[in-house]
């Protein structure tokens, strides 16, 4: 089952444009992360971010994280079209090391 | 590295015929995953290794399937008898530990069943 849940699931902007996506999740978890993947490609890694961290950033991206709530966002400043992928947050629960994605955010940057 | 290598790429086959997936890992890394990735249902996991010991397969769909390990640099994933609804992306991932799990997903296998 997806533990983490997107939103927005599709999202278009401007280039040069910030684009801000949202992950909710269910249940305490370790670490979150947020991966990246281009069309017909696999995904990949960009950044994770403790349970007991608040914010992380990462050149053009900025990751925060709010336990109480359950959710974390994931903001890519000054977006290019190579920016356009689909994002997925990713978590594992507390005492499961099993990593769970959400259905993930589309962003389409258009130039 | 090259990164986690999977083949094939692509395969077309027709229903009752049987699938193998196959998947090298990152060297050094000592866990590995198998996703599924259709557009219904997302990204699935289906089962993990660790030190090339299956720790969790909860999340294989039935009996068709079954994957192996057999050694460090080598993973399989078989579906004996293939379905159309088996028709997905399927992906393996490794990471240094089952601990410390950032993955590094292979580029993907997309399977069709005719």
């Known amino acids: 089952s997806q533990q983490g849940e997107e939103d927005p699931q599709a999202l278009s902007i401007q280039e040069g444009e910030n684009a801000t996506m949202n992950c909710s999740y269910k249940t305490s978890i370790n670490n979150l992360q947020w991966y990246r993947q281009n069309s017909g490609r696999g995904l990949v890694h960009l950044i994770l971010?403790?349970?007991?961290?608040r914010e992380k950033h990462s050149g053009r991206l900025r990751v925060t994280l709010d336990t109480s709530k359950k959710s974390s966002s994931l903001l890519i400043t000054a977006s290019r079209a190579a920016d356009t992928a689909s994002y997925f947050c990713a978590t594992d629960a507390t005492n499961d090391y099993k990593l769970s994605f959400g259905a993930g955010t589309t962003v389409t940057v258009r130039a | 590295d090259a990164g986690v290598i999977q083949s094939p790429r692509h395969e077309v086959t027709e229903m009752g015929q049987e699938v193998t997936l196959r998947c090298k890992p990152i060297s050094g890394h000592n866990s590995l995953f198998w996703y599924r990735q259709t557009m219904m249902r997302g990204l699935e996991l289906l089962i993990y290794?660790?030190?090339?010991?299956?720790?969790?397969d909860s999340g294989m769909p039935e009996d068709r399937f079954s994957a192996k390990m057999p050694n460090a640099s080598f993973s399989t994933l078989k579906i004996q008898p293939s379905e159309p609804r088996d028709s997905a992306v399927y992906f393996c991932?490794?990471?240094?530990?089952?601990?410390?799990?950032?993955?590094?997903f292979g580029a993907g296998s997309r399977l069709t069943v005719l």
């Open positions: 971010i403790r349970s007991n961290e």
């Open positions: 991932a490794s990471s240094l530990s089952a601990g410390a799990n950032v993955l590094t």
């Open positions: 290794f660790n030190n090339n010991v299956p720790i969790d």
